[in-house]
């Protein structure tokens, strides 16, 4: 029995993780997406360095997946 639900535990903490992983990946697209409509650039980690990607150079995907 306390094995069960061991297992069902986990089930949820992985489909939660799954869940959150999803939703931060809209959110940083939708955090580019405005962004780049507004001209703004963004900070990113390149090379062990901070560098700024002007609001052209933003790539956005297609449509973020939020099955």
Known sequence: MAEQHKTENFL???SD???????????VQDALRKH???????????????VWIPPEEINLLEKPSMD
């Open 12 to 14: 949820l903490t992985v």
């Open 36 to 50: 780049k409509q507004t001209g703004n650039p963004v900070a990113a980690w390149r090379d062990g360095k901070v």
């Open 17 to 27: 993780r799954e869940k959150i992983t999803k939703a931060l990946a809209k959110a």
